[in-house]
T-cell receptor, first 114, second 114 residues
């Protein structure tokens, strides 16, 4: 069985500050891990994914995430927040070869203050 | 390239009325297809997934149903809507037998049941 927990339903940062969105997962098999972003009234877009290659994964819009097996974490970071980063972010986990079920976290809404 | 369409974009329906939401995918064959519901302030709830024509798996027992009459068409239906059916409905697809399980989302349908 798999699960994912996103710590903090809301995160607020100032423009130019570090963005850190936390995600912890649970999986009985080696996982695939994802971060998706959702802008208001739109579908989700893939930001980045971990599939067992490099543990530091770089995505679009300057985001990156590091897979830490010992901590069962996959936190999302961006060195400098931009106003356009304001959105909801979802961490997700699926099982390699598990096919069809991706488990999504509850989401973290990121607010960026000018 | 692949694209995914959903319609309608918004819908307001009275309690007890029927529902039909449609999703179509272009540019790929035999995709896995998914219906999710996103309630206000909550994460994504997987409702149905399909690995082929006529093959539907239900994740949550409810008054909704899904059908896949064609390879790239996925329909979400209800005979009688409930107030609790209000939400943002997202359709998604992934590659069949895909090794990384990335899902690609449509723009969503905002359903309000009054």
């Amino acid at each position: 069985a798999q699960s994912v927990t996103q710590l903090g339903s809301h995160v607020s940062v100032s423009e130019g500050a570090l963005v850190l969105l936390r995600c912890n997962y649970s999986s009985s098999v080696p996982p695939y891990l994802f971060w998706y972003v959702q802008y208001p009234n739109q579908g989700l877009q893939l930001l980045l994914k971990y599939t067992s290659a490099a543990t530091l994964v770089k995505g679009i819009n300057g985001f990156e995430a590091e897979f830490k097996k010992s901590e069962t974490s996959f936190h999302l970071t961006k060195p400098s927040a931009h106003m356009s980063d304001a959105a909801e972010y979802f961490c997700a986990v699926s099982a390699r070869g598990g096919g069809f079920k991706t488990i999504f976290g509850a989401g973290t809404r990121l607010f960026v203050k000018a | 390239s692949q694209t995914i369409h959903q319609w309608p974009a918004t819908l307001v329906q009275p309690v007890g009325s029927p529902l039909s939401l449609e999703c179509t995918v272009e540019g790929t064959s035999n995709p896995n297809l998914y219906w999710y519901r996103q309630a206000a302030g909550r994460g994504l709830q997987l409702l149905f997934y399909s690995v082929g024509i006529g093959q539907i798996s239900s994740e949550v027992p409810q008054n909704l149903s899904a059908s896949r009459p064609q390879d790239r068409q996925f329909i979400l239906s209800s005979k009688k809507l409930l107030l609790s059916d209000s939400g943002f409905y997202l359709c998604a697809w992934s590659l069949s037998g895909g090794s990384t399980d990335t899902q690609y989302f449509g723009p969503g349908t905002r359903l309000t049941v009054l």
